[in-house]
């Protein structure tokens, strides 16, 4: 079955220092989506990207999807001690199965204030 | 603004007790999932609902968990008997059902089997 692969599992950093996680797809996906979730909270949506090779970008988070829409990545710029928390991927199901979302392990960032 | 309800937030039951954990998708949503969330194996789809129809419920260990979906205003998934290894955080979530849409998470359900 599909699987995504998430790196690195844990993220320590010092507040002002760049973060970046990387999201491998065993499958061409049609989109990917990103989720946050803080300590003792829920997986929140934050974007979804559809075009290969795009890049979009919230504020100081950049988001990118590979050519080939197999491989995705999430930078942080100068990060704050706000952006704790674990970074999911997700990817749709193939064919009939695209309803649903397989999620990556996360990567949990810290950041040292 | 439109949230996902989950209740109970936390349950502590006995081994071989029935739980039964509660969502209330947002209105309108008429895709319903529930996850299950442990250190070791993340996040796992245990079944969803397509227009309150289960669509796949392949992740879900069927000889104790059972999801239905009575309305589209509440889903839920019970656990009979409960285990120790079922301690984990359930998530709902709910969304539009159209390809490429986003997931709405609940708060969780915290689950504790002693």
């Known amino acids: 079955g599909q699987q995504v692969m998430q790196i690195p599992q844990y993220q320590h950093v010092q507040e002002g220092e760049d973060f970046t996680t990387y999201c491998n797809s065993s499958?061409?996906?049609?989109?990917i989506q990103w989720y946050k979730q803080r300590p003792g909270g829920h997986p929140v949506f934050l974007i979804q990207?559809?075009?290969?090779?795009e890049v979009k970008k919230q504020k100081r988070l950049t988001f990118q999807f590979g050519e080939a829409k197999k491989n995705s990545s999430l930078h942080i710029t100068a990060t704050q001690t706000t952006d704790v928390g674990t970074y999911f991927c997700?990817?749709?199901?193939?064919?009939?199965?695209?309803?649903?979302?397989?999620f990556g392990k996360g990567t949990l960032l810290t950041v040292n204030p | 603004d439109a949230r996902v309800t989950q209740t109970p937030r936390h349950k502590v039951t006995e081994m071989g007790q029935e739980v039964t954990m509660r969502c209330q998708p947002i209105?309108?949503?008429?895709?319903v999932f529930w996850y299950r969330q442990t250190m070791m194996q993340g996040l796992e789809l245990l079944a969803y609902?397509?227009?309150?129809?289960?669509?796949?419920d392949s992740g879900m260990p069927k000889d104790r968990f059972s999801a239905e979906m009575p309305d589209a205003t509440l889903a839920t998934l019970k656990i009979q008997p409960s285990e120790p290894r079922d301690s984990a955080v359930y998530f709902c979530?709910?969304?539009?059902?159209?390809?490429?849409?986003?997931?709405?998470f609940g708060p969780g359900t915290r689950l504790t089997v002693t």
């Open positions: 997700a990817g749709p199901g193939s064919g009939g199965s695209n309803y649903k979302l397989t």
């Open positions: 609902f397509r227009n309150r129809a289960p669509l796949d």
């Open positions: 499958t061409t996906l049609s989109n």
């Open positions: 979530a709910s969304g539009q059902g159209t390809p490429n849409y986003e997931q709405y």
């Open positions: 209105l309108g949503h008429n895709t």
């Open positions: 990207l559809v075009k290969s090779g």
